[in-house]
Nanobody, 123 residues
Framework: QVQLVESGGGLVQAGDSRRLACAASGRIFSFYTLGWFRQAPGKEREFVAAISGRGEATYYADSVKGRFTISRDNAKITVYLQMSSLKPEDTAVYYC????????????????WGQGTQVTVSS
């Protein structure tokens, strides 16, 4: 079992930066791929970024490539999402998720989820 708790959400202005964090507990953290997803009102949950167990590989959605950076600190059992040049369309609840196998972009490929943190970007 893996427990995930997100933090760092809030209200920001367009063009600002924000860093989200996801603290994990449970099984051996470095065995798990960690991903960030988001869900805007009335829309399906969508993939944002993922990072492999030891951080050697990352994968991004086209919509955030070059603006967002995913990283992890296995000693602190935490994964981060650094968001820059935020746009109103980035407004969503952001979720952290974990899976036992390699990088994957689909919601149904992840086994554990946090409760989410709201990010609102005003224009």
């Amino acid at each position: 079992q893996v427990q995930l708790v997100e933090s760092g959400g809030g209200l920001v202005q367009a063009g600002d930066s924000r860093r989200l964090a996801c603290a994990a507990s449970g099984r051996i953290f470095s065995f798990y791929t960690l991903g960030w997803f988001r869900q805007a009102p009335g829309k399906e949950r969508e993939f944002v970024a993922a990072i492999s167990g030891r951080g050697e590989a990352t994968y991004y959605a086209d919509s955030v490539k070059g603006r967002f950076t995913i990283s992890r600190d296995n000693a602190k059992i935490t994964v981060y999402l650094q968001m820059s040049s935020l746009k109103p369309e980035d407004t969503a609840v952001y979720y952290c998720a974990a899976r036992r196998d390699y990088l994957a972009p689909r919601v149904n490929e992840y086994d554990y989820w946090g409760q989410g943190t709201q990010v609102t970007v005003s224009s």
